[in-house]
């Protein structure tokens, strides 16, 4: 099974970008989801051309899902939903303290466990 991680480079013009590596070796193109509040959100995936076992990760960041407070958005890999990385935008007046951005990347990684759970059950039920 590859081991995949991921390493931010930048977010500029409402693109979140990051470059994924293949820990494992395996070469197996990787299947990435990157969620919002249990939505999928689309993203482009392409190999690096002068890097093997690497790949550019692009996540336009809908306009929709910029709203006032702490958005989550998580990133794993489908086969085996292991999050992968998260990033956390936040919009409208400034947290009291960061604590906020905190709870919002728990909550959201609860709702990932919670789906985990629930398909495990369901497939072993």
């Known amino acids: 099974m590859a081991n995949f991680e991921i390493e931010h480079t930048r977010l500029a013009?409402?693109?979140?970008?990051?470059?994924?590596r293949d820990a494992s070796g395996s070469g197996r193109a990787p299947e990435i989801e990157v969620m919002h509040r249990e939505q999928p959100?689309?993203?482009?995936?392409?190999?690096?051309?002068d890097a093997p076992g690497q790949w550019l990760l692009r996540v336009p960041v809908p306009p929709e899902t910029l709203n006032d407070g702490v958005q989550v958005f998580l990133i794993s890999d489908r086969e085996s939903g292991a999050q992968l990385a998260a990033f956390v935008l936040q919009g409208g007046e400034p947290p009291e303290e960061d604590i906020r951005a905190e709870l919002a990347l728990l909550?959201?990684?609860?709702?990932?466990?919670?789906k985990a759970f629930r398909r495990h059950c369901r497939e072993s039920g």
């Open 107 to 114: 909550r959201a990684e609860l709702d990932m466990l919670k």
């Open 13 to 20: 013009s409402g693109v979140w970008e990051g470059v994924l």
């Open 41 to 49: 959100i689309a993203h482009e995936l392409q190999e690096a051309p």
